[in-house]
């Protein structure tokens, strides 16, 4: 079985800096692309960056210039550095991978149950 189990949250105030890991267990034969996305309360879950196997990167327009998604795939793992954060960045943070390979799937898709992140102003 697939687990993605993230670590890194927490407080900070504005300005400062978080990062946020997502580690991928399980008979993982390869993982796809693996993406950050967040849900605020009261709001939608949106993507806040994705990076391919290739390590192609996408950003959402509020990470761009603040966020970088990285990965490494040996140790099946993403990460998120975020830096001059700010109050509207709160939330819960989850990681996701997609195109997962295991013995049972060809193409799994997963999600770890989330990090909260609270940035005080």
């Known amino acids: 079985q697939v687990r993605l189990v993230e670590s890194g949250g927490g407080l900070v105030q504005a300005g400062g800096s978080l990062r946020l890991s997502c580690a991928a267990s399980?008979?993982?034969?390869?993982?796809?692309?693996m993406a950050w996305y967040r849900q605020a309360p009261g709001k939608q879950r949106e993507l806040v960056a994705v990076?391919?196997?290739?390590?192609?990167?996408n950003y959402a327009d509020s990470a761009k210039g603040r966020f970088t998604i990285s990965r490494d795939n040996a140790k099946k793992s993403v990460y998120l550095q975020m830096n001059n954060m700010k109050p509207e960045d709160t939330a819960v943070y989850l990681c996701?991978?997609?195109?997962?390979?295991?013995?049972?799937?060809?193409?799994?898709?997963?999600w770890g149950q989330g990090t909260q992140v609270t940035v005080s102003s």
């Open positions: 996701n991978a997609q195109r997962v390979v295991t013995s049972l799937t060809t193409d799994g898709h997963y």
């Open positions: 399980g008979s993982i034969f390869s993982i796809g692309a």
């Open positions: 990076i391919t196997s290739g390590g192609s990167t």
